[in-house]
């Protein structure tokens, strides 16, 4: 599912959609390289989701995949070598 779709089918409230238009049009103005400010609004939103991920998996046991494969890859891609 493409971001555009995804963020459709979200009821998110009117502040968070509007800090994500602003981000993604500021995004595609802007080289990857460059820094942006914090958006509290996006940074509650996160913090938010991943406390209620963290409540809803507690009890969960599953044993974590070895990701250093994909960083390595990740790394490659991006021109960091180590």
Known sequence: MDFQSLRARAD????????????LEEKQQSSETQAAPSIPV????IETELARFTMATAGE????????????????LIGLKG
């Open 61 to 76: 046991k599953r044993p974590l995949p070895d990701v250093e494969p994909l960083n390595r890859h990740f790394r490659d």
């Open 42 to 45: 996006l940074d509650q939103f």
């Open 12 to 23: 998110l409230e009117p502040a968070l959609e509007a800090a994500i238009a602003r981000l």
